[in-house]
């Protein structure tokens, strides 16, 4: 099934329905961590994006042009990941240059984009899934729009919570979890709008 109608049904499910965090729960280390700032979590968000759509075109290209023809499907994680290294050194030097205010910001964060299993998670589900390079495409960019209006709504629910009174045993990560999960439930309730078939 092609055409834009299938692409669109596939990028915004993945922003909402099939949301790499909050349906997979792939990510959430650094989702967990840098979700107390606003800005940092806006950076975060942008660089995980921007990787994830790029890595998911190229870890396409590399698999079925260079894996696939000669047989070497089973080394894909170990290349995927290689290239997702290659790729966040490339947008960490970038983001050094451009902004070191988010350097600073996103300090060791931004190196751990590489092993943000989000990231690698879409690149194999595009695999599983055996979408073509556009669809891999709009998968990657939806997975990445997902993944920081995510964090964002959680940054925003925290800087909120800053002056809610909560109880001593649910401060801190208690109640990022439980966030986490009412959120999830919230972007479940997408489910059904986009019909694929």
């Given at each position: ?132 390079l ?44 439980i ?12 489910a059904?709008?986009?019909?694929l078939?």
């Amino acid at each position: 099934m092609e055409g834009m109608w299938y692409y669109t049904a596939v990028f915004f499910a993945a922003v909402f329905t099939n949301n790499i965090l909050l349906a997979n729960y792939l990510g959430m280390c650094s989702f967990l961590s840098v979700a107390k700032e606003l800005k940092a979590s806006v950076g975060l968000g942008i660089a995980v994006t921007f990787v994830m759509a790029s890595t998911t075109v190229l870890n396409w290209m590399v698999y079925n042009f260079l894996l696939e023809p000669f047989g070497l499907e089973y080394l894909r994680f170990i290349v995927f990941i290689i290239v997702i290294a290659a790729f966040v050194q490339l947008v960490e030097m970038i983001i050094e240059r451009v902004s070191e205010s988010l350097y600073a910001a996103l300090g060791i964060f931004l190196p751990l984009i590489t092993v943000n299993c989000a990231i690698l998670g879409v690149s194999l589900f595009m695999v599983i899934r055996d979408y073509d390079l556009v669809t891999s495409f709009f998968f990657g960019l939806g997975s990445g729009l997902g993944w920081f209006l995510a964090i964002m709504a959680m940054a925003g629910i925290l800087q909120k919570l800053k002056k809610a009174r909560i109880p001593k045993g649910l401060e801190g990560a208690g109640i990022t979890l439980i966030i986490t999960g009412i959120m999830a439930l919230a972007f479940m309730g997408f489910a059904g709008m986009l019909m694929l078939g």
